[in-house]
């Protein structure tokens, strides 16, 4: 019979202030499912302090801590448990239908179009209010034109699938032209079809710029310039270990390593995209900057990891993945300089969420404007990317000829993203 979808999942707040949300998922089980509710969890500003999840392979129970990100918007919590629910396979629908619905539905994609007066921290505004409404950016073009206007093109789903109606449209527009004020100038949104799917691409990257990117190889010329972690020392602390001893239908997975933002998601994309299933696992608090995961695993096939090159190969995945969660580097493009920003794709089709909110939000802090911003998907290293490009603008404060002002911005932009 299962259990009422009400109590699918059930979100608790803090008793007193400062108190994590207590949120308990109770439903069917599927691989990939911590991963959907990890994704979402980030995507609504959530960190997870701890959790704990087990299943027997056909039920699953799952408990998540959590705080708000104090840069985000506030959440709202029936909204949050709305799209937990959506995740989850339905209680009174046979798996294979719900697996076949879920292929089958995918958002519409609306184009958002405004043309305004240039300001600094505009980009974030309107970013920060899309979030605020629910709505997910799936690719951007943003241009400066001479006289110092600013052509935004975003192309959005509607996380709360409310966009068709008139009061939801509504709703948008009028939200962005009191964010823009008196600098909007026009303001438009509209359904797109389906030839939007074969726009995805960006212009093309330099060979250079693309073997910085997309590389793989945790060299120490990489692991300096590019891993998303505070300090070498950190860097060195990253362990995985495998153990068959303690199970005899599972192999000890443990993972210890320097924490960040939707860690957790990372780990979870990377075990779903494997196609490797999670009977239990245990997630610890952050101490000290560090996180310790113990999860109990299985091959798709009902084996244990006891091929020492399987080992081997999920090893190295995983030490990447907490290494290099997200690629940000600065590069020249002709006489302007470009910060670029990429990460890797579930097999899903789905990208991470908020990597647009966080640049932006570490842009206007320093004060940098941006000058033209894109979104695309690139195919590299066996696997598609989001990249993000940003061409930016001089100021007082930062130089962009300078080496060092470059320096600072990635890493600014490095620890936005890693929550650091």
Not at 202 to 223: G, H, Q
Not at 316 to 330: G, S, T
Not at 354 to 376: H, M, N, P, Q, W
Request: charged share 25%.
């Amino acid at each position: 019979m299962g259990v009422p979808s009400d109590d699918v999942v059930v979100i608790q707040k803090g008793r007193r202030p400062g108190e994590p949300c207590i949120i308990t998922v109770n439903c069917p089980d599927k691989t990939g499912l911590g991963c959907d509710i990890c994704r979402i969890i980030l995507d609504f500003g959530l960190l997870i302090e701890k959790a704990d999840f087990s299943t027997d392979g056909i039920w699953c129970y799952v408990v998540l801590w959590v705080f708000p990100d104090s840069s985000s918007p506030v959440v709202k919590l029936s909204n949050l448990k709305n799209q937990l629910q959506s995740v989850c396979p339905s209680c009174s629908v046979p798996f294979y239908l719900y697996q076949q619905a879920t292929r089958s539905s995918s958002s519409p994609v609306y184009l958002l179009t405004f043309l305004c007066l240039d300001r600094k921290g505009l980009l974030h505004d309107v970013t920060k209010t899309l979030s605020e409404l629910e709505l997910s950016i799936q690719r951007v073009k943003v241009t400066t034109t001479p006289d110092d206007r600013v052509l935004d093109l975003f192309f959005i789903t509607d996380n709360t699938d409310l966009l068709h109606t008139k009061e939801r449209q509504d709703e948008t527009i009028k939200q962005l032209r009191d964010v823009l004020g008196e600098s909007c100038i026009s303001c438009e949104l509209q359904l797109l079809g389906p030839e939007y799917e074969s726009h995805h691409g960006i212009p093309s990257l330099s060979p250079a710029v693309a073997e910085e990117l997309f590389r793989c190889e945790l060299l120490d010329k990489e692991t300096r310039s590019q891993a998303l972690s505070p300090d070498m020392t950190k860097l060195k602390k990253t362990n995985v270990t495998m153990d068959n001893s303690l199970s005899p239908a599972h192999t000890l997975l443990q993972i210890h390593c320097a924490d960040h933002k939707g860690l957790l998601y990372d780990i979870l994309r990377t075990l779903k995209d494997c196609n490797i299933k999670i009977a239990y696992g245990r997630i610890s608090p952050n101490i000290k900057g560090y996180r310790d995961l113990d999860l109990f695993i299985q091959q798709n096939d009902g084996k244990k990891f006891v091929d020492p090159d399987k080992q081997s190969a999920l090893y190295l995945r995983l030490k990447v993945e907490m290494l290099h969660p997200l690629r940000v580097i600065i590069a020249n493009r002709g006489p302007d300089t470009e910060l670029l920003v990429a990460n890797p794709v579930e097999l899903s089709g789905k990208g991470r969420p908020r990597v647009f909110y966080d640049v932006t939000t570490a842009l206007k802090t320093l004060g940098i404007c941006i000058f033209s911003a894109e979104i695309g998907r690139v195919a590299a290293s066996d696997r598609e990317w989001e990249v993000y490009t940003f061409l930016l603008e001089e100021n007082h404060n930062f130089q962009l000829s300078n080496m060092v002002a470059k320096n600072q911005i990635a890493d600014r932009v490095r620890r936005t993203l890693m929550g650091w």
